[in-house]
């Protein structure tokens, strides 16, 4: 068995072998999206990382108001 180290290493080296031939699973390791093909429209938030907010997203109900 590989670990701590050696494991670390090999997966590294996995990914990054991924990244350098172009595929599209080593596109997903670039961009940060998940790999598995899990749905990103709605969650994925541990590999996207916290929300990012919209400049201006919520206040369009509120603009009519006198």
Same mark, same amino acid.
């Given at each position: ?8 290493? %090999?997966?590294?080296? %996995? !990914?990054?072998?991924? !990244?350098? !031939?172009? %595929? ?43």
């Amino acid at each position: 068995f590989k670990v701590e180290g050696d494991l670390r290493r %090999s997966t590294q080296m %996995s !990914i990054k072998r991924l !990244i350098e !031939i172009g %595929s599209y699973r080593g596109l997903r390791h670039r961009r940060n999206l998940p790999v598995r093909g899990q749905r990103t429209r709605t969650n994925s938030r541990t590999r996207k990382g916290p929300k990012k907010t919209v400049a201006g997203r919520g206040r369009r109900r509120g603009a009519t108001k006198k």
